[in-house]
């Protein structure tokens, strides 16, 4: 099914890419599907937007509400939980010094670059483009880099495990925030 669509209205290339994403009636009753997207010859790039009762069906009626999850809530949160695991490894870990320290600054590694990407995003505020999201991820990744290597360096006296646990517990907490949307 190669058919140029250049000579229709943006109408009507919009209803035929709808009935080819609902598919068609066969001759026995049965829906067929096409999936020609793949196909090198049939590729026009054009992207059909879902309307309002689509994206409803689809993600349900709070599609349009927007986030309460911001980016300082999910540092927050961030702290909280690493905090929370450093007096863990505090009241659990024997001698609880330095795997509490250590739990710190796992949690730290995490909460930290989260935080200046967030004040980033903060002062940009409005005129957000791809590339400065992708500068500010590489300035995060950077200094989460910079920060497992100062930490390998500096303190001799490391506890891994505490660390590493409390850096991926941290981590998580972007998981929790989309759930909790």
Excluded at 99 to 115: E, K, R, T
Excluded at 171 to 178: D, E, R, S, V
Aim: aromatic share 10%.
């Amino acid at each position: 099914m190669a058919v140029k669509a250049s000579n229709q209205t943006p109408q009507q290339r919009h209803d035929e890419h709808r009935e080819n994403r609902n598919g068609s009636q066969a001759p026995d009753g049965q829906r067929e599907t096409h999936d020609d997207a793949w196909d090198v010859e049939q590729q026009d790039n054009n992207i059909v937007p879902l309307t309002r009762a689509e994206a409803e069906k689809l993600f349900g009626p709070n599609v349009s509400r927007p986030s309460r999850v911001t980016p300082v809530k999910v540092v927050i949160a961030q702290m909280v939980l690493s905090l929370g695991a450093t007096l863990l490894w505090w009241l659990f870990y024997k001698p609880p010094g330095d795997a509490a320290l250590s739990a710190f600054l796992g949690g730290a590694i995490c909460w930290v670059p989260s935080a200046l990407f967030a004040a980033r995003l903060k002062k940009l505020s409005g005129a957000e483009t791809v590339m400065s999201w992708m500068i500010g991820e590489a300035l995060k990744m950077g200094t989460t880099i910079a920060m497992f290597i100062a930490i390998a360096f500096w303190y001799h006296d490391v506890r891994w495990i505490p660390l590493l646990v409390t850096y991926l517990i941290a981590l998580k907490t972007y998981w929790i925030a989309l759930a909790w949307r």
